[in-house]
Every structure is written in structure tokens, then in C-alpha cells.
């Protein structure tokens, strides 16, 4: 599509954002960020210093974002509340950044003429699939089960939306479990990698979610960041992807790589016991394919292993006054991803729509 081009990433100074930075600076494009340093951290930019232009800023305030988008061909929507777990108690903060921020980001891309957005969609919209929908295709039905899944979700349909009214040239990925070094170390407890690295700088167990046989679609951090270039270079526009390996792995076999004990803690509701992404679309449409395997991907994360150090160090305890909330809401809630049209007529098996204590709330009592 074009040789050198001017890209702008928000949530630049975030994981995945930061090794996407990498690639494309030594591809030898111009690189600007937009971030507001909420999870990011300058540290993971450092080694791009004189390389990469910064506006710190919030992508929730457009007047602050929108010149910034001016003279820029390519725009890759990363910036985002992240963390699954906090959505549950913050659904304000994740609406503002994830759905009316990218409603600002595809904005300002629309008026500024922009080439292609291209986003980093979240494969947690196809909630927690039946047999049938395994490997997950991009048209399985999507039924998110928490605030963050929904805010992402909603984030990709204003893209799309933005796509098909206004003519801007989209691509959203549904990235899967992502990881490698700079995953998020943030205070709040959060993904698999960070909270197992940091627990075994410690010399902790590693607190596993259930009994570990669930598995996950990991996929490395610089596969991610290939898609990511390869869908904003490409000619394919207004399509969704999902970004995997369609190679899903136990918790347990992570363990096992990891080494040292473990000690398993409550299965949280509202997760799937599996995800597993079908990537025949992006493989055949793109041209994309993940190049680095499960064990090669974790023997690079542990020579990283430095970058944990601060890295809050979580106990069973600590985790479960931090997933309290969790829970509280959406224990016994598991909506069905199945037929979802079906379920207006199901109200029996539904239960209130507000628990009690929340209605009492909204009626100021
Ligand atoms: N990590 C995964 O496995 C995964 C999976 C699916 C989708 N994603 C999506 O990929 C993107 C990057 O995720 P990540 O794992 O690198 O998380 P991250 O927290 O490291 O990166 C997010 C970045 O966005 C910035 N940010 C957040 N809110 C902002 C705001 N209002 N204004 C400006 N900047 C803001 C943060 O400071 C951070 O630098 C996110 O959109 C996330 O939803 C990640």
C-alpha cells in the first residue's frame, strides 16, 4: 500500500503498543503515540528515544487528541482500559476509554483523512462458546459477559460503524490471550503471565484459576504486532480478524514451563473453559500466521523476567478480596452465546435484571 508511511498508535506506551512501536520504526516508518500513561509506562519507549513523538493525552478528550491525527496516514487503536477483572467495579471509566474513546480516535481518523484504523478488538465478545463454535470463527456469535468484553465489543462496532457510514477504511483484530515481555504490571490483578512471573520472582506458588486444565489461545507479543502491520499495509478493508494461534494451551502446561509449585484457587464465572481461534480468515486473507511457539515464546518471556520486579506479588488471599466483586455479580449470570435471540422468551430462567441491593441503590434507599 505505501512504502513509509506516518502511523499514529494510541495506548503507545502500553505492551502490545510498544513492541508494534518497535516494529514499525524499524520498518522505518514515522511514529507518533497518544497515551495518557494510565497502564503504559514510559520505561517501555526508552529504547525508541529520539525515535518516536509522544502526546500524552486522553483519547476521552477530543479537543486534546484531534490536531494530533492531522498529516498522519495510519492510525493502530491500542489505547484502553485493559485489565478484565477492575471492569467490574469501574463500568463508567471503561465506557469513557474504550467505547466514547474510540468513538473520538475513529472520529478525529474521519476528519483527518485518515488511510486506515486499524484495532486491537478483544476476543472476549464471543464469551463462553458452545461445542460447536470451537475452533472460534469470527462468525460465532458474540455474547461478552463483563464490562470490559463489552466495551471492547462496543468499541469495534462504533469502527465498523464508522467503516460502512462514513467510508473510512477499518480492520479490527480480535486479539486473543496475548503475551511477552512488558506485559502489564499495573496494580490491579489482572493476566496469567504477569501475576505468575511476578509470583515466581517471589519464590510464591502460582495461584491457578480452578484446576488448570483450562486452556487458552496465547499468542506472542511480535506475531501480534505483525498483524497489526500487515492489516493497515494491506487492501482489505471493513473485515474483522481474529488474532491466535488456533494452538490452545492448559494453564497447567504453563506451569509446567514456568517450574515450581502451585496452589489453585476458586474458577472465576463469566470465563470460558477454552478459548481457540480459527485463523483460516486472516491466514488466507492476510497472508499472516503466528511464528513463534508456546515453549520458544515463554523461554523468552523468563529471560525478561527482570521487567516483574515491581510487579505486585499476588496471594490467594489478596486475590480474592480483589475479585470480591467479581463474583458477587456474575456468579450463576453466564449468559448463553447460543441463540441469544432466543432468550427474551426464556425470562424464567433469567433472573432480575438488577440484584436487589442495586435496585434499592438506584431508588436512593
Ligand atoms: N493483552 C491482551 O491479551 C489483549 C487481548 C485482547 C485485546 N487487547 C487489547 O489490546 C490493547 C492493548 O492492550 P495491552 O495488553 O497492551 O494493555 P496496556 O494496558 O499495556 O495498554 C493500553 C495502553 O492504553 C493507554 N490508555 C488507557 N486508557 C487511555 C486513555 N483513556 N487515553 C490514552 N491512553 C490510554 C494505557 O496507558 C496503556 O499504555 C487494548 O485495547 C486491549 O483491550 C489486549
Request: proline share 5%.
Amino acid at each position: 500500500m505505501m512504502q513509509k508511511a506516518n502511523v499514529l498508535i494510541t495506548g503507545g506506551a502500553g505492551f502490545i503498543a510498544s513492541h508494534l512501536v518497535d516494529l514499525l520504526v524499524s520498518q522505518g516508518h514515522t511514529v507518533s503515540i497518544i497515551d495518557n500513561f494510565s497502564t503504559g509506562r514510559r520505561e517501555n519507549l526508552l529504547h525508541q528515544e529520539g525515535q518516536v513523538h509522544i502526546l500524552e493525552a486522553d483519547i476521552t478528550d477530543f479537543n486534546a487528541i484531534f490536531s494530533y491525527f492531522a498529516g498522519k496516514d495510519i492510525v493502530f487503536h491500542l489505547a484502553a482500559l485493559a485489565d478484565i477483572v477492575p471492569s467490574i467495579v469501574n463500568p463508567r471509566g471503561y465506557y469513557a476509554s474504550n467505547v466514547m474513546g474510540t468513538m473520538n480516535v475513529v472520529e478525529a481518523a474521519r476528519l483527518c483523512g485518515i488511510k486506515k484504523v486499524v484495532y486491537a478488538a478483544s476476543s472476549s465478545c464471543y464469551g463462553i462458546p458452545t461445542e460447536e463454535f470451537y475452533p472460534t470463527s469470527e462468525k460465532a456469535p458474540s455474547s461478552p459477559q463483563y464490562p470490559y468484553a463489552l466495551t471492547k465489543y462496543l468499541g469495534e462496532k462504533t469502527l465498523l460503524h464508522w467503516g460502512k457510514v462514513y467510508d473510512l477504511a477499518v480492520i479490527s483484530l480480535r486479539l486473543f490471550n496475548v503475551y511477552g515481555p512488558r506485559s502489564r504490571t499495573s496494580g490491579t490483578y489482572g493476566a496469567v503471565f504477569g501475576v505468575f512471573l511476578a509470583q515466581k520472582l517471589d519464590g510464591k506458588p502460582y495461584t491457578v484459576v480452578g484446576d488448570g486444565n483450562q486452556t487458552r489461545d496465547f499468542v506472542y507479543v511480535t506475531d501480534v504486532a505483525e498483524a497489526f502491520t500487515v492489516a493497515a499495509f494491506s487492501n482489505v478493508k471493513n473485515e474483522i480478524f481474529n488474532v491466535g494461534t488456533g494452538d490452545p494451551q492448559s494453564i497447567n502446561k504453563l506451569v509446567a514451563l514456568l517450574g515450581g509449585k502451585k496452589v489453585n484457587i476458586p474458577k472465576r464465572p463469566g470465563e470460558p473453559d477454552c478459548t481457540w481461534a480459527d485463523i483460516h480468515k486472516i491466514k488466507s486473507m492476510l497472508g499472516w500466521q503466528p511464528k513463534v511457539s508456546f515453549e520458544e515464546g515463554v523461554g523468552k518471556i523468563l529471560e525478561h523476567i527482570d521487567y516483574w520486579k515491581e510487579a505486585p506479588v499476588w496471594t490467594p488471599e489478596t486475590i480474592e478480596k480483589a475479585t470480591e466483586e467479581w463474583f458477587k455479580y456474575l456468579n450463576g449470570r453466564e449468559l448463553s452465546t447460543i441463540h441469544p435471540e432466543k432468550r427474551s422468551d426464556e425470562g424464567s430462567t433469567l433472573r432480575d435484571p438488577l440484584p436487589s441491593g442495586l435496585q434499592d441503590e438506584r431508588l436512593g434507599k
